[in-house]
């Protein structure tokens, strides 16, 4: 079967499993699961990104699908986030992930699968290509 000739199933059956990646200010370990979730790690390498790295922390949680050789992410939590809060009063206070819930109905990650095999992928964000090695 070539690349082309791949359904979103086929693709989704390849992207089961721990993948690492880089761009430009990120280095990124994700792991897709079978249930359609993933659990993410992005680590800035970027002097001025670094903030956004201490107030969302590294760890990321969501759902994932392809839909016509397009990936989507829609992150539903952030555990490592400075804004889920333990207050002694409540239960701990999960502001973060709550916006991250709010702000994946609007800011979905989606990338263009161009290709894909079990063990690399080539993918487009936007204007960037991403090349990806699956790990074991």
Known sequence: MTD???TDIDIELLLIGKWRFNTDWEKISIEFKDDMTYR???I???ILSKPKEVITGTKFMGVWYVSER???LNIKSVP???LNLQIPIFNKV???DMVATLGSLFLTE???IVKINSSNFLFLDTDKSI???KIT
């Open 131 to 133: 090349v990806g090695a």
């Open 40 to 42: 993410e790690t992005k």
């Open 4 to 6: 082309s000739n791949l």
């Open 94 to 96: 999960s502001i973060g």
């Open 110 to 112: 989606k990338y263009e």
């Open 80 to 82: 490592q986030s400075i």
């Open 70 to 72: 397009k990936l989507y």
């Open 44 to 46: 800035q390498t970027f």
